[in-house]
C-alpha cells in the first residue's frame, strides 16, 4: 500500500493522515454501504476500483502519478507505454461513476502506468536519457519535452525529425535541464488524438540551490472528451476533434469528489503557517482559470521563467491556458478548515448535470481533518482507510 497522502509531492504519511483524522477511514465510514465500499488499496493496476463496470476487457486500471527522482537514477529512466482503463470517479456519489474505458498510458521504469503520467524531477545541468519503450505498443509515439533546448533529432516531432518509435521499438532521447522550471511533455505523434488519449505529463527542472516550501505539490488539469475514450474501446460513440465537446473534467486525472481523496486524489494538505508551492499545469485543449478560496497567491514562475519579485502580486485567479505552466506560492494563513481550488468556468466543476464535481479540488488543514464535514467528504471520496 501506498504511503503517499495528497497531491504528488511533499504531503504527509498516511500514518500522520490517520492520526490527524481520528481514523476517519475505519471509525467513521466503517459500515456506510451507500454508496459502496471498495479495497483498502488503491485502484492500482490489476485492482478495478468498486462500481466501475469490467465489461471492457481486461484491461489494467491507471494509478496515481509519481514523482521519480531522475537524479537518483543516474539521469537515466524509461518511459513505456500501456493501455488501460482509467477511474475518473469510480464510485455512485455526485454524478458517479465515471470511468475513461481505455486511454493510453506513460509509465516510469518498473513503476505503474498513470494518467497523467509520471512527474519526472531533476537538477538544472543535470542532463537526462529518456528512454521511449514501445515494445508493447500498437501503434508509433514520441515524446515532446516543453522547456527544455534540446538538439533538433531530440525533439520528438516526427514530422520535422523523421523519428517515430514505432509498436515494438524503442528510442532513446538526449534531454538538457538546461530551463529550469516546470514543463510539459506529451506525445507528439498525432498530438490531438495522443494527448487526449492521456499521453502527458510533468518534467520539473529544479534550479541549483533550490529551496523547497514546507509543502509542495504538483497538479496537472485537463478536460476531456469522453467520445474518443470510448471509440477506441470499441463502444458505440462518434468523434471528431474538430467537435471535440468536454464532458469531464480533472485535476491530476480525477474528478471530485475523488479528487478529494487522500491516496487515489490530489488535496493539498496544509499545516497552518506552511509556505506552501504547488506546480500547475494545463495538459488540456481549453483554458482553465484557477481560483483559490481564502488564500491569495503569488505567480513565481510562468512557463518555467523566474518572476521577478518586483512583478509579482497577490491574486487569488490565475488563467492557465493550454500547455502552460505557473508555480504559485502562498502562506498556509487563514482560519483552519477545508478551502476549494477549483476552474472557475462554473460548468466545469461538474460531473454530467451532477454539481458539484469535476476539476474541483480542496485545500486541506490538518487541524480540519478530525470533523465530521471531512468525514462526509471522505465518503463520497470512497475513502475507506483500512
Sequence with gaps: MTDRIGAPGTGISRREFLA???????????????IGQESSTNPTLGDPPANVSSDNGTLPYTSPPDVVQVDEQGGKVTLSTQQCRHAVHPKETMGGPIELPQVWAFKADDGPASVPGPILRTTEGNDMEVTLDNSDGLRPHTVHFHGSQTTWKN????????????PGEKHTYSIPANVPGTHFYHCHYQTHRHIDMGMYGILRIDPKGYEPADKEYFMTVKEWDSRLNRMMAGEDAQYS?????????????????????????SPIIVDKGDSVRVHLVNGGYMAHPLHTHNHRFEVVESDGGQIPEAARYTQDVANIAPAERRTIEFTADADPGIYLLHCHKVHHVMNRDSYPGGMLGAIVYREAMNSDIFAQLMEYAGYDGE
Design 241 to 265: 476533434p474538430r467537435q471535440r465537446n468536454p464532458d469531464v473534467f480533472t485535476i491530476n486525472g480525477k474528478s471530485a469528489p475523488r479528487s478529494f481523496h487522500p491516496e487515489d486524489g
Design 155 to 166: 525533439d520528438g516531432v516526427p514530422t520535422t525529425t523523421g523519428i517515430e518509435v514505432g
Design 20 to 34: 490527524a483524522s481520528g481514523g476517519v477511514g475505519t471509525a467513521v465510514l466503517a459500515g456506510c454501504t451507500a
